[in-house]
Antibody
Framework: EVQLLESGGGLVQPGGSLRLSCAGS????????MSWVRQAPGKGLEWVST???????????YYADSVRGRLTISRDNSKSTLYLQMNSLRAEDTAIYYC??????????????WGQGTLVTVSS | AIQMTQSPSSLSASVGDRVTITCRAS??????LGWHQQKPGRAPKLLIY???TLQSGVPSRFSGSGSGTDFTLTISSLQPEDFATYYC?????????FGQGTKVELK
């Protein structure tokens, strides 16, 4: 069974940093592209970033304009873990952050599994 | 960026009703569209991918259709567990974009 478990959320001040993690199990982590999607309180879903899997060299990354230059996606296939380094955080980054798996490795497949999410609150 | 416009934004229906939700893309996206269901306080769940392929384990009362710019999610006979918010998501190109969601409520 595919499982995705996020961690690392919490309260951070504006301008601060946070690193989210997502541990994958039940599948060969390196073979799949992985994504982060967020949901602000009471709002809809917003795609944040995607990183390709090992079949695509694992070095292709994609970002929403709203986070490019501040948030960085990465992965450690030896630990089956996805990361999101969040710097220069703003109040509008407050959201539940979901980890998600794609069907395949290239970053051009649909999302097929979701984690339970971790809450990030940016506030002074 | 490709804009995904869902309609309606909300609807009220009864158990047993046939429900249709539409999603329109601002440009052609072939069949690179998925439908995701989200219940309150829960993570989303994939229902349909590639516009019309039912994800494993999803009840057959859910179906999807469309290609290019116009897509439809249909629930043939609404069940109590189907009251939720539904989102379309295009994965044709980056940035990936979601529709704004359709909340299905009990009439």
């Amino acid at each position: 069974e595919v499982q995705l478990l996020e961690s690392g959320g919490g309260l951070v001040q504006p301008g601060g940093s946070l690193r989210l993690s997502c541990a994958g199990s039940g599948f060969t982590f390196s073979n799949y592209a992985m994504s982060w999607v967020r949901q602000a309180p009471g709002k809809g879903l917003e795609w944040v970033s995607t990183i390709s899997g090992s079949g695509d060299n694992g070095d292709s990354t994609y970002y929403a304009d709203s986070v490019r230059g501040r948030l960085t996606i990465s992965r450690d296939n030896s630990k089956s873990t996805l990361y999101l380094q969040m710097n220069s955080l703003r109040a509008e980054d407050t959201a539940i952050y979901y980890c998600a798996r794609d069907f395949g490795d290239s970053g051009y497949y649909p999302i097929d599994h979701w984690g339970q999410g971790t809450l990030v609150t940016v506030s002074s | 960026a490709i804009q995904m416009t869902q309609s309606p934004s909300s609807l009220s229906a009864s158990v047993g009703d046939r429900v249709t939700i539409t999603c329109r893309a601002s440009q052609g996206i072939r069949d690179d569209l998925g439908w995701h269901q989200q219940k309150p306080g829960r993570a989303p769940k994939l229902l349909i991918y590639s516009a019309s392929t039912l994800q494993s384990g999803v009840p057959s009362r859910f179906s999807g259709s469309g290609s290019g710019t116009d897509f439809t999610l249909t629930i043939s006979s609404l069940q109590p567990e189907d009251f939720a918010t539904y989102y379309c998501l295009q994965d044709y190109e980056y940035p990936r974009t979601f529709g704004q969601g359709t909340k299905v409520e009990l009439k």
